[in-house]
């Protein structure tokens, strides 16, 4: 087999006539033949993407209630000193110690709130990174449903939020 042969034939793997192929595209588009994240994660019809953009959809949700959980344990070490290793500092309190000032709350290296965080964020960077990677399929029904479960995420746990900028966010 001579090579413009073989690459004829090696253009009837590409998606033309309703067959996938296995290509990344990095452009945005619109088909239903995709690769997610894995090798087994492959969509052909419509049902199966929208069956993946559905749990990409709620992947999303659970990362901004992961932050928001987040979040609320550092909160919550704030008005409880059962740990003995969690020290909290006031900032702007007189000698008597009440203000309306905003809470610090500093971990010891060893306490098990820093242990509990540190897992956390793990799980947290990893999904961001991971959701960032659905992102990059460039696949527009995918990357939509991606937005619109963060989106949902947010509206659900968002307005609970103490602070508005998030600094321990990955993707900003």
Known sequence: MDAHHHDHDHDHDHDHGGSCSS????????GVCQEILFSGWKTTTALELFGSAVAIFLAGVLYEGLKYYREALHARATTSTGDSQVNITKNECGPSGNCAGTAVVKYSMLSCGHFVQTLLHIVQTTASYVLMLVFMTYNVWLCLALVLGLAVGYFFFGWRKSTVVDVTEHCQ
């Open 23 to 30: 290509s990344h595209m990095m452009v945005f588009h619109a």
